[in-house]
């Protein structure tokens, strides 16, 4: 208020005051004579832009790019990156969504090292110095404004990190800037673009708080209309500045779209704002073409308005037409079909052929017949089949109705229908059951069909192959892609693609996804000796290769003299391969040798005495026999046969039995020794497997049951425990078991 108004006066400026606030598009001046005015304008608004990309340009280039669109740069982030430091390498929000225009879009910066070099921003502009501590991984902090002694204009007088100093990635550096007064005076940025006029802003000391657009009918687009504060006002360092940007004056000239295909007409127009209708007459000339348009090229109208092409289309021959082929079609596309030739539907009869679908046409595909002439077609017929299993019909790509039509023909019904976007409208784009599949009469089969027609846009995939990860995903975003399913596995460089599921150079539809397989950590690969095992059991062989660090792979069994006995093994002994790998080895089986055919009642019984068991097993089989009760005994070679009864050399019927004596291994227990001959067990622990028996045998002990495992904390390759105790009185000749670490 000015003082001296009068009371009336007072009143109209508040009222205008609360006005100009409820409204909010109005503008309230004061004159210093002369009552108050209120100046209506549009209310300006925030438009919408669409955030562009900046991955992969330099912090200042990406500045003025959001600026181009309207955006400022938000928070900074940083992170370790073998690209150039100061390059954007992801933005928030994503390149092509929808913002509001001063949106703020957080940007992370690349950096080479964990920590960075402070810069020497001392005498340079705000706006300057900004830039040049983003560059150098570096926060801007504080900013405050002060008189400094020496300096007119307001440039940075001092910075809260020495320049030259090592501090950790995205510390922040506080600013002080000069400011010769208490009050900054606001500039002017009427009819600035909006990039400039933010310049000029934090040239200042101040900053952009919004910006909206509103249409105007002289200013271009993208140019300040108004700003506030006023130019000239006084305001504190570091405040905000508003600006209303020009949308334009509304008004679009319309093109020249005559002579054009409709195709080309519609996309220009609507690229132009405007709606395009369309209306197709018959005349002389060539078809497919645009004639005539109104409005007239050239004019100007409001964006949105209406534009009304005609476009040509071919005279109709009146005499004779050509039959179309309309075989296998469903009744409604052959009637389709042969309306759009100039001809009718006639009669429609059943017979039989593929159900639903025309199996035959009368006059014949082809044929010139007078226009209007009526086509007799013929059905397929639902047959119905007795109850039983019936094979599923492939219905993928068929129409909605024609699949439905197809599975009951065959006994079948139609499930659930999943509706999904695809290629063409009302075309099955998937079956639950499996065509070809045997069910049962009566079964229902879900299906999966299209909603309405999409247009697939393609782009090629790019190679990715040998990029980082988060590098690789920025590639397939930027052509439109994702990436889909991400396998780790080892490899020679820590989060390295090392390969993707769509090969490079393929097109395929926008927003597919690329599988990658990312390497985790660069390993070694250990090579061993594999040793030989052939000879010993599949239980020793086992062992021995666990003790190089292999695995037994895949057991086969083969005929062989001795059963369980290795006979081969895969790789060879002496092969390098790598530690973990696996060794097939094939292991002999007890032989079985069927009798021969009968060719007489008696037989002589062999000889089995001084065999081994299984020897005498297979020599009696051998002739027509088999082995009785086996009995044990003691003898001088465990496992050799002692007796045989019947005896050798008698005649006995084919098919019996001979009972056999065995002979044992037999134990025979040592008298208990005296006091005199006890010793005392040695320490074995911590000791390799040569020194453990060295050990052993001075104190006139023997090795007894080894066992191998894993002991945690335990040397590899060394006794980890052992049984007795050490220091325990046992007999001379005793044995001790011992746990081997592996």
Known sequence: MVR???????????MASVAALLVGGCTVVFPEEGPAKIILTPKPVRTLVVVPAVAGQQYQQAEAVLAESQLDVGEVTYRKSMRPTGTVIAQEPNAGSVARTGTSVKLTLAVSHARATVPNVVGQGLVAAKIKLHLAGLRPGNVTYRSIPGLTSPRVGSQSHTAGSRVALG?????????????ISVPSVAGKKYVAARQVLQGAGLRVSGVSTRQHP???????????????SLVDPGSGVSVVLSAGSGKVAVPYVTGKTPASAIGELSRSGLRPTIEYRAMAGT????????????????????????????????????????KGKLPGEARTLLTA??????????????PGRVVSQTPSSGTRVARGTSIALVVGKLVVRPVGRVTVPNVVNMQEAAAGAALRGVGLQVGNVTKTTGPIEGRVLRQSL???????????????????????????????????EAAAGAALRRVGLQVGNVTKTRGPIEGRVLGQSLSAGSRVARGSKVDLTVSTRRVSVVHVTVPNVVGMSDAAANVALRRVGLQVGTVTKA?????????????????KVARGSKVAIT?????????PPPFNRLVTVPNVVGMSEAAANVALRRMGLQVGTVTKAPGPVPGKVLKQSPSAGMKVARGARVAISVAEKVVINPPKPPAGQLVAVPNVVGMSYGQTRQALRKAGLDVGKVERKRVPGAKRGRISAQTPTAGTKVAKGSKVDLVFSY
């Open 287 to 326: 078809p497919g073409r645009v004639v005539s348009q109104s409005p007239s090229s050239g004019a100007m109208v409001d964006r949105g308005s209406t534009v009304k092409l005609i476009v040509r289309k071919t005279l109709p021959s009146v005499l004779r037409v050509t039959v179309p082929d309309v």
């Open 341 to 354: 030739a100039g001809l009718s539907v006639g009669t429609v009869s059943q017979g039989p052929g593929r």
């Open 559 to 575: 005929p062989g003299p001795v059963p369980g006995k290795v006979l081969k093994q895969s790789p060879s002994a002496g092969a």
């Open 434 to 468: 499996s065509a070809g599949s045997r069910v049962a009469r009566g079964s229902k089969v879900d299906l999966t069909v299209s909603t309405r027609r999409i247009s697939v846009v393609r782009v090629t995939v790019p190679n990715v192959v040998g990029q980082q």
């Open 587 to 595: 292991v002999a089986e007890k032989v079985v040798i069927n009798p």
């Open 171 to 183: 510390t922040s550096v506080d600013l002080v800037v000069n400011n010769p007064s208490a009050k």
């Open 218 to 232: 002289t200013i271009q687009r993208g140019y300040v209309v108004s700003q506030s504060p006023f130019a000239g």
């Open 4 to 14: 001296g108004r009068s009371l009336a006066a007072r009143r109209i400026v508040a």
